[in-house]
């Protein structure tokens, strides 16, 4: 299989980093530049809205602004916005949309319908610097961080496609696409106050969850900042040497240093997390493996999703059987834990969890 991220074509990022991405800017910012330019500051916040609220991609659809002003934003400034380069329908009714970046590169973000439901699946960063060994996205290197309004225009993206398809508008967001959320911190929060805000989406934070294979540090800041979105933990082992052998960086990032940073940020903000557990045949299907786990969950209030493993040709991964998963659920439950097993949505498309790696 071949992996790989579609490289920009340089003559076009020149063209397009000349201007400034005006939705870089603070309200106060755009504000700002209408008064220098003369004219009143509150045109900033009819241009804000048409940035955020309507979405809008041209400044010339801006129509309460003159054609002057449309024409001097124009001058200074690029609405670096996304554009859904080809889309792919499942037969269960999620779409995994290529996206394409301003400077060509290429993400991936799904929109799933679950009955009354639709959630949006979007990324954080183009490729991922973490390794997690069965994750197709982890081959891809990280080439940049994702812009807010990049991740935002997603969200758009797929809120469109609801009400299209669905009938309905998106309902709930997860930060699982490519990328790791917290290793792209401030521009995921960035990206958040807008969906959240009255002045962009107006989205309840419940509805959103960002998923982490567990930067400390970053768990923390998230408690100090007062998040009030949900927060994913992509467990798959609680034991050291397990976990560091699926997922590399926990040798750096370790199961004790995670739980001490969940143990804070229950303390912080009285939010039960919910952790993400694959498991494998060989790998951690045993006893010891479940007592692990259940051991860790004693640490803080939590759910546990036991997630279906997505093949993405690794042969050494290969997902347990039926009674390997039924003895986790029913020690987890017997102990008090909520476990759910969760059903992959997507799959013949390449859009599952840990399936976004471009290959279209
Ligand atoms: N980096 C973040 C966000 C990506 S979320 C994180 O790891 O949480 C992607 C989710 O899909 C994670 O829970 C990840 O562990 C899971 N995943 C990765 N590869 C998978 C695969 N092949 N099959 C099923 N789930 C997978």
């Given at each position: 299989m071949m992996f790989y991220v579609n490289m920009p074509n340089f003559a076009t990022v020149k063209e397009s980093t000349a201007k400034k991405d005006i939705r870089a800017l603070t309200k106060d910012q755009l504000r700002d530049f209408f008064v220098s330019e003369g004219e009143k500051a509150f045109r900033g916040n009819q241009d804000?809205?048409?940035l955020w609220q309507k979405s809008a991609h041209h400044f010339e659809d801006m129509t309460n602004l003159s054609l002057s002003l449309r024409q001097k934003l124009e001058e200074n400034f690029s609405i670096n916005h996304i554009k859904v380069d080809h889309q792919q329908r499942s037969k269960d009714g999620t779409i995994k949309n290529a996206v394409k970046l301003h400077d060509n590169f290429i993400v991936e973000s799904v929109m799933i319908p679950v009955q009354s439901r639709t959630t949006a699946c979007v990324s954080s960063q183009v490729g991922c610097s973490l390794d997690c060994k069965f994750c197709a996205t982890a081959k891809l290197k990280r080439m940049r961080n994702l812009n807010p309004d990049e991740i935002y225009d997603q969200v758009v993206a797929i809120d469109k496609q609801s009400k299209l398809y669905n009938n309905r508008p998106l309902s709930n967001i997860v930060f699982m696409g490519m990328g790791e959320p917290l290793m792209n911190y401030n521009n995921v929060l960035k990206s958040i106050d807008k969906i959240t805000s009255p002045e962009g989406l107006n989205m309840s934070p419940k509805r959103i969850t960002v998923s982490t294979s567990g930067v400390p540090k970053m768990i923390k800041k998230l408690a100090d900042d007062q998040v009030k979105f949900n927060l994913a933990i992509s467990l798959h082992s609680a034991r050291q040497e397990v976990r560091s052998q699926i997922m590399p960086f926990n040798e750096k990032f370790t199961l004790e240093a995670l739980k001490e940073s969940l143990?804070?940020?229950?303390?912080?903000?009285?939010?039960?997390?919910?952790?993400?557990?694959?498991?494998?045949?060989?790998?951690?299907?045993?006893?010891?493996?479940?007592?692990?786990?259940?051991?860790?969950?004693?640490?803080?209030?939590?759910?546990?999703?036991?997630?279906?493993?997505?093949?993405?040709?690794?042969?050494?991964?290969?997902?347990?059987?039926d009674k390997a998963v039924a003895n986790y659920m029913t020690q987890l439950e017997a102990h008090g834990i909520t476990a759910t097993l969760r059903h992959s949505r997507g799959k013949d498309i390449d859009a599952a969890c840990g399936q976004l790696a471009n290959k279209s």
């Open positions: 804000y809205e048409w143990v804070y940020w229950y303390e912080k903000t009285k939010k039960r997390v919910t952790y993400e557990y694959i498991v494998w045949k060989g790998i951690n299907d045993t006893q010891q493996d479940i007592e692990a786990l259940i051991h860790f969950c004693k640490a803080i209030p939590c759910k546990v999703n036991i997630i279906e493993y997505n093949p993405i040709d690794e042969d050494q991964f290969v997902q347990a059987n």
